[in-house]
């Protein structure tokens, strides 16, 4: 069975800039979540999906980041525009409605100059 | 506010036991999750306890004091492929998954 994908695996980008993530979890799973790990910390959910639904984005800078999930599949985690403290692992995972354990993926080890 | 607390590092020796306690306040408590990362990988699960009590898998344990608001996870037989972070998650709601910083914890033969 695969895992959960993402890509890419590494950015650079200058502060101001944009920068989108994406993510393909595992066949089946209804939750998709997207994390900011900051070195160090442990991960910061920022939102959460139901299908195609947000269900949590308390901790999503809504003013700067934005995530979507089309057809309750795949999705996608943008920054516009990036600042210095950006600069973090951004993890998804999926799982299972109901379930309590998360698959996480590879990550996005995004950095901001 | 919620807060989790666990030691930010620990040591132990190969083959021994170690455990790694957590301490959590948070706003609704459904259960309390365990969490495996290496360094530059992705945290893999470990361990789900909603009930107070030790639940055993293999050589990892994870016990549960709601009434304390404490847990732990204990490792036995410790190997040096155990060198890695563990983080303690307070499942707050039927959505929110509220982590701790972390313990890193160091092996030695």
């Known amino acids: 069975e695969a895992g959960v994908a993402q890509s890419p695996r590494y950015k650079i980008i200058e502060k101001r800039q944009s920068v989108a993530f994406w993510c393909n979890p595992i066949s089946g799973h209804a939750t998709l979540y997207w994390y900011q790990q900051i070195l160090g910390q442990g991960p910061k959910l920022l939102i959460q999906f139901q299908n195609n639904g947000v269900v949590d984005d308390s901790q999503l800078p809504k003013d700067r980041f934005s995530a979507e999930r089309l057809k309750g599949v795949d999705s996608t985690l943008k920054i516009q525009p990036a600042k210095l403290e950006d600069s973090a692992v951004y993890l998804c995972?999926?799982?299972?409605?109901?379930?309590?354990?998360?698959?996480f993926g590879p990550g996005t080890r995004l950095t901001v100059l | 506010g919620q807060s989790l607390e666990q030691p930010s590092e620990v040591t132990a020796v190969e083959g021994a036991i170690v455990q790694i306690n957590c301490t959590y306040q948070?706003?609704?408590?459904?259960?309390l999750s365990w969490y495996q990362q290496h360094d530059g990988g992705a945290p893999t699960f470990l361990s789900y306890?909603?009930l107070d009590g030790l639940e055993e898998t293999g050589r990892f344990s994870s016990f549960l004091s709601r009434s304390d608001s404490y847990g732990y996870l204990l490792l036995q037989e410790l190997q040096m492929k155990d060198s890695a972070s563990y983080f303690c998650?307070?499942?707050?709601?039927?959505?929110?998954?509220?982590w701790g910083a972390g313990t890193k914890l160091i092996i030695k033969p």
């Open positions: 995972a999926s799982g299972l409605a109901g379930v309590n354990e998360q698959f």
């Open positions: 998650a307070v499942k707050k709601s039927n959505y929110q998954l509220i």
């Open positions: 948070t706003s609704g408590f459904y259960g």
């Open positions: 306890n909603a």
